[in-house]
Nanobody, 124 residues
Framework: QVQLAESGGGLVQAGGSLRLSCAAS????????MGWFRQAPGKEREFVAA????????IYADSVKGRFTISRDNAKSTMYLQMNSLKPEDTALYYC?????????????????WGQGTQVTVSS
């Protein structure tokens, strides 16, 4: 099993940027498809972005397409989420997740390991 730890969250004004990181340890990072999810207060956890094990294929939720970029560095066992043009509605606890498969999915149930989350707060 892989262990995940997110970092990089914080408070930012609307229109600003943040870069989240997800450091992996344990089993080989490079064979896992990975993803980012978020959960706002009183709402269900939702898909944000996913990336293939090679990093060559990415998927985004419509709400973040064109503003967020997911990437990974397998040599460093780290995944990233670059968030630009942030909006107050992006405020949430952001989680990284790993899937014990090379096949990409966007469903929460498809992921086998989760981090503890990092808080992102966007002020208006």
């Amino acid at each position: 099993q892989v262990q995940l730890a997110e970092s990089g969250g914080g408070l930012v004004q609307a229109g600003g940027s943040l870069r989240l990181s997800c450091a992996a340890s344990g089993r080989t990072f490079s064979v896992y498809a990975m993803g980012w999810f978020r959960q706002a207060p009183g709402k269900e956890r939702e898909f944000v972005a996913a990336i293939s094990w090679t990093g060559s294929t990415t998927i985004y939720a419509d709400s973040v397409k064109g503003r967020f970029t997911i990437s990974r560095d397998n040599a460093k066992s780290t995944m990233y989420l670059q968030m630009n043009s942030l909006k107050p509605e992006d405020t949430a606890l952001y989680y990284c997740a790993a899937r014990n498969s090379m096949v990409m999915v966007t469903s929460i149930r498809g992921f086998d390991a989760w981090g503890q989350g990092t808080q992102v707060t966007v002020s208006s």
